[in-house]
């Protein structure tokens, strides 16, 4: 979920068994040398558990571990959200000089543009909302922390032999269904578990084939369409507010499963060369057993939150896991905090700039409403801001600033809340997919030698057709 803010390009030396348990370290590829965007709950390059981290990363770990904690209680202590925002606004400035320098212009420019709309609006006689500013997007930061914790039971264990790797349409079947599964649940850590697999076993040991590229990208993606464990869902729940989820699950998922199956029939004539990667039944109870129980939770706790849920759920459900497996919990939770919470500075960066614009960006509106030309959601207007956002993200614009400052233009017009989440929920999907600038193909590119163009020509077509498909889809949820 923001949701949901963010993502840029890795350098990467991980093995099979150590990719969901560490954390991510973002840098510009060599190899690129493009510009970049932060990814949200990624696998990061792996540090070793008897590496003592630094002074720094164990006081950046600790503030968002504690901005967690303060986030997920609140229901029952009800401490103002302005406590845990404060800790992550430490933990960002404490992690500021470790950014890439893309990052930091970004994040820059976003607060440059949230500081100066509060300014302006102070100097017209408007409050000044440095609450909101604050807190803003804390609870999705959160919910993003908490989720990055079930990574700590998704590996295998380091003594297990890897399995042989399927070939066929068995094999393409499995991995699509897999990595959409699993990614709607744990994110990007199964999208590099899969991934190193497939790079291992090729004819140089580090490249993915295009088949295999296509499966990655498109399956993980299409999840931002229905799941509540995408930044995306918290993202458009955020910036849709009152949107209701499982009405957005009830049009997500469908549009989902067309994307996979999409896929699967494209590279069907291909699948006697396509080397997948092996799932048991048995491996999707986790992944099952959350997403039903975040629906449940919600059925039974209509006053909390999707993300307080999550936020709540997914520790929770890691250390239980770790204590039946009798784990070392303490251990596992300090590695884990020290060193991938203690390493999410992008999302940090990216997610606490778009609130401040959205701050800066709701002074301006609140001032200047009645007097933006701006439309109805009518179907037309509906498809072509669709667009629109595709091609911000084809360019390299995040989804998550994209959504912010629509957001910002159009609640001012009271539009259906959950037409404007569906629009959200597809511009991520479809566009992180497509977009050789994502995060996640940001990533793929710099560890396997993927190109730009290899990036592009691998999946536009797929984006052009699920455009008109979900804009189709709109066209029929859409009240108007």
Known sequence: MVSSNTNSIFSWQVSVSQTTDCSIQTSLSSQSGQPH???????????????????RYQLIGGCMALALLLTATNPITHL?????????????????????????????????????????????????????????????????????????????EPNEEPEALPEGRSALKQTLAGVHLFGAVINMSIVFIMA?????????????????????????CAGAFWSPFFAAVAVALTYAPGANLLTLMQAGIPLAIT??????????????????????IGSLALPAFLALAVISAHYLF????VLQIISILSPLTAIGVLLFKRKS???????????????????????????TMAAGLGTLFTLYADQLPIPQLTPLVTSLLLLTMLVLSLLGVHPVISIATISGLMLPTQPPMD?????????????????????MNLSLRGRYFISAKQALRNNLHYGVIMWLITSASLWYYNPL
């Open 419 to 439: 037409l404007l989440a569906m629009i959200f929920l597809a511009s991520w999907a479809i566009g992180t997919a497509c977009s050789p600038m994502s995060g």
């Open 302 to 305: 209509p006053t909390l939150s």
């Open 196 to 220: 190193d697999r497939f790079a291992f076993a090729s004819h140089d040991g580090n490249t993915l084939k295009n088949t295999q590229h296509q499966v990655l990208s498109r399956a993980f």
């Open 329 to 355: 919990v303490v251990k596992k939770l300090r590695n884990h905090t020290n060193n991938r919470l203690a390493r999410m500075g992008n999302e940090l960066a990216l997610f606490l700039a778009a609130g």
């Open 259 to 280: 994307g996979v199956l999409i896929t699967y029939f494209e590279l069907r004539p291909k699948a006697e060369s396509f080397t997948g990667y092996p799932m048991q």
């Open 37 to 55: 965007e932060p990814e949200l709950s990624q696998p990061q390059p792996p540090v070793s558990p008897e590496d003592k981290p630094s002074l």
């Open 80 to 156: 103002s959200l302005i406590w845990p925002g404060l800790l992550l606004w430490s933990a960002l400035a404490l992690s500021w000089s470790q950014l890439a320098i893309a990052t930091r212009r970004q994040a820059g420019l976003l607060m440059l543009v949230g500081v100066g709309g509060m300014g302006w609006g102070v100097f017209q006689g408007a409050d000044l909302p440095w609450q909101t500013a604050i807190s803003s997007n804390g609870n999705l930061l959160a919910m993003l922390m908490a989720v990055s914790f079930l990574s700590m039971v998704a590996a295998k």
